[in-house]
């Protein structure tokens, strides 16, 4: 089959900046592509030709606002002859594609809640939901927004969990892995210290105000405890905002306890996994369900979490994480990195339970699968992941 994949217009694919969707994109793609003819249209960017094809899959990318955006997808489409476009959380731009390439079926591809109200109008929406075959959601979360907002349309839901690359993210007890470990810590100067990690965009919802008021709690009973926080406001580069601002002059109180990295190039990513003794997500949004819970999963980290959106959803409570419902209380985190930086055995016991979850469930193969499932129009993939990923894991276990 040929088929296009239409990647949304914030950054460009191959994952170079980062992004969720790209970085699912990019790791799917090998396994598409081994029996099917790949197209994948991005935005542009300096460092990527707007043609080329690397290791046999076909890239096309524009520039320009979301408007002229996808009227380039349109335009693009419409001298093309796709089996199947895939079109990534944009529903608002679907109708004027199909309508460019009415030959072709379409599946939609949701990470966000973009059929929310003053997000798409409710007439474009149910023509979007006419036009395609299905629609896949990275969480229940996202699958029951939808299908509460437009019942008629429930049938055409299937939620397809992402993935992490398991080699790329290694579990942190691995002996290779272990020694490696060793060295980042050390090149870190973080030797004989326990690292409290979070990695995300620095922005008010991902929560990372909570974690520093919650870090000098954690400090008076874990004096060589240091907090993490991997990532800059927006993908790709350094820029400040006021909020930034706010939390680094917040951290210079908490000394060398707090470490903030910028930007990491994705590629550099899981070194940085490796340095935490436990993972923390501080959501304070209605999450979708953040990629880095799988990519904490895979190496190997206990997780603690905020019951927010879809994050819950790939935790199994006291086996690979904790979840916090009190959000907003810096008190709540500071509570539960306490208990597990106290208690290493159950640490590794969580990290353990992860990594199986993540070899078990979520590599990037069964997302791929799944998806070339519903492509190739099976009707059994009606049953894909629907349901709970938490139930299957104490029943095989």
């Known amino acids: 089959m ?3 994949l239409v990647c949304t217009e914030k950054l460009p694919v191959p994952f170079i900046r980062g992004g969720a969707i790209q970085t699912y994109i990019d790791e799917i793609l090998p396994y598409l592509n081994r029996e099917h003819k790949i197209t994948v249209f991005s935005v542009s960017d300096p460092e990527l030709p707007e043609h080329e094809v690397r290791d046999g899959i076909r890239y096309q990318r524009a520039a320009g606002d979301p408007e002229a955006y996808y009227q380039a997808v349109a335009n693009f489409v419409a001298g093309e002859m796709f089996d199947w476009v895939i079109i990534y959380n944009r529903p608002k731009y679907l109708p004027l594609i199909a309508a460019a390439t009415p030959k072709s079926r379409f599946l939609l591809s949701m990470h966000n809640e973009m059929f929310a109200d003053g997000k798409i109008a409710p007439e474009v929406a149910r023509h979007c939901l006419q036009l395609v075959e299905k629609v896949v959601t990275v969480s229940e979360f996202i699958a029951h927004g939808i299908a ?8 055409k839901l299937q939620p397809v969990y992402a993935g992490v690359n398991l080699k790329r993210f290694q579990p942190r007890w691995a002996l290779e892995v272990a020694e490696r470990r060793a060295d980042l810590l050390a090149a870190h100067g973080l030797k004989d210290r326990k690292v409290v990690l979070s990695v995300g965009r620095l ?3 991902k929560g990372p105000h909570i974690l520093l008021s919650a870090f000098p709690e954690v400090l008076e009973q874990h ?22 601002c706010e939390l680094k002059e917040k ?3 908490l000394g060398d306890a707090v470490c903030l990295s910028g930007f990491i190039s994705p590629v550099k990513i899981p070194d940085y996994f490796l340095l935490g003794d436990i993972f923390v997500c501080a959501s304070q949004w209605e999450e979708p369900l ?3 819970h799988y990519e904490a999963m895979a190496t190997g980290l206990s997780i603690i979490t905020t019951a927010r959106g879809g994050n819950s959803e790939v935790i199994v409570p006291d086996e690979n994480g904790l979840l916090i419902k009190d959000y907003q209380n810096p008190h709540a985190f500071a509570t539960q990195i306490n208990y597990l930086l106290s208690r290493p055995d159950l640490r590794q016991e969580m990290g353990q339970k992860g990594r199986y979850l993540s070899e078990i469930y979520y590599s990037w193969s ?4 799944d ?3 519903i492509l190739a129009d099976d009707r059994t993939s009606n049953k894909i992941l629907l349901d709970d990923p938490k139930e299957r894991a104490i029943t095989e276990c």
């Open 366 to 369: 069964r997302v791929a699968s």
């Open 223 to 244: 004096p060589s405890a240091v907090l993490m926080l991997v990532g800059s406001k927006w993908y790709g580069k350094n820029e400040e905002d006021t909020y930034v």
């Open 2 to 4: 040929k088929i296009l």
């Open 290 to 292: 953040a990629r880095v």
């Open 148 to 155: 509460d907002l437009f019942p008629e349309y429930r049938h």
């Open 203 to 205: 922005s008010k919802k």
């Open 251 to 253: 951290a210079k109180s």
């Open 371 to 373: 998806i070339l499932k």
